[in-house]
T-cell receptor, first 116, second 114 residues
Framework: AQKITQTQPGMFVQEKEAVTLDCTYDTSDQSYGLFWYKQPSSGEMIFLIYQGSYDEQNATEGRYSLNFQKARKSANLVISASQLGDSAMYFCAMRELMDSNYQLIWGAGTKLIIKP | DSGVTQTPKHLITATGQRVTLRCSPRSGDLSVYWYQQSLDQGLQFLIQYYNGEERAKGNILERFSAQQFPDLHSELNLSSLELGDSALYFC?????????????FGPGTRLTVL
């Protein structure tokens, strides 16, 4: 079974609108971390935001926020007031304990295109 | 700039050849991870080193090997290259490798095997 599911392979959004990128995860651990990364067409992988499983508040970093719903095992990324530069692939990842080591499990990604 | 450096940025070589990719982690980071990303694919974890020791292995082929040196830089060696090895290879670094550790990525090395 997929550990990280990103159900939207691609999305088109009008500039200045808010965007929600979906991510659901599957784990039986109590302690885990959730991460979002951005990969523009230039190729680099940029860390955006982190949410710990014990964090009670949703994480925020500038225009990025993480809508963490633990009971539903979802960790959606919200981008407010989207900009053309937000066009990129977005990856959700979960860090959990596997074989005595914390491993990062990756989703397949969502390609976001912002329309002017 | 993540603070992780990778060289070279681009590499073009022929099938059957051997190449070495180099990575310097962020200052203070002890863990180094290697990933492979083929065209329009997600990230495939290859291997992790922590303070010079191999800590975790992913889907790394036997033709590939890596090491982390005392100064914490790491090298990924790819040998007997095949066309299918063409990909973007990322190095990432983090601290102790705990659940809260964030991996910061280098700019990647784009390998083309002709």
């Amino acid at each position: 079974a997929q550990k990280i599911t990103q159900t939207q392979p691609g999305m088109f959004v009008q500039e200045k609108e808010a965007v929600t990128l979906d991510c659901t995860y599957d784990t039986s651990d109590q302690s885990y971390g959730l991460f979002w990364y951005k990969q523009p067409s230039s190729g680099e992988m940029i860390f955006l935001i982190y949410q710990g499983s014990y964090d009670e508040q949703n994480a925020t970093e500038g225009r990025y926020s993480l809508n963490f719903q633990k009971a539903r095992k979802s960790a959606n990324l919200v981008i407010s007031a989207s900009q053309l530069g937000d066009s990129a692939m977005y990856f959700c990842a979960m860090r959990e304990l596997m074989d005595s080591n914390y491993q990062l499990i990756w989703g397949a990604g969502t390609k976001l295109i912002i329309k002017p | 700039d993540s603070g992780v450096t990778q060289t070279p940025k681009h590499l073009i070589t022929a099938t059957g050849q051997r190449v070495t990719l180099r990575c310097s982690p962020r200052s203070g980071d002890l863990s180094v991870y290697w990933y492979q990303q083929s065209l329009d694919q997600g990230l495939q974890f290859l291997i992790q080193y922590y303070n010079g020791e191999e800590r975790a292995k992913g889907n790394i082929l036997e033709r590939f090997s890596a090491q982390q040196f005392p100064d914490l830089h790491s090298e990924l060696n790819l040998s007997s290259l095949e066309l299918g090895d063409s990909a973007l290879y990322f190095c990432a670094s983090s601290g102790a490798g705990t659940v809260t550790d964030t991996q910061y990525f280098g700019p990647g090395t784009r390998l083309t095997v002709l």
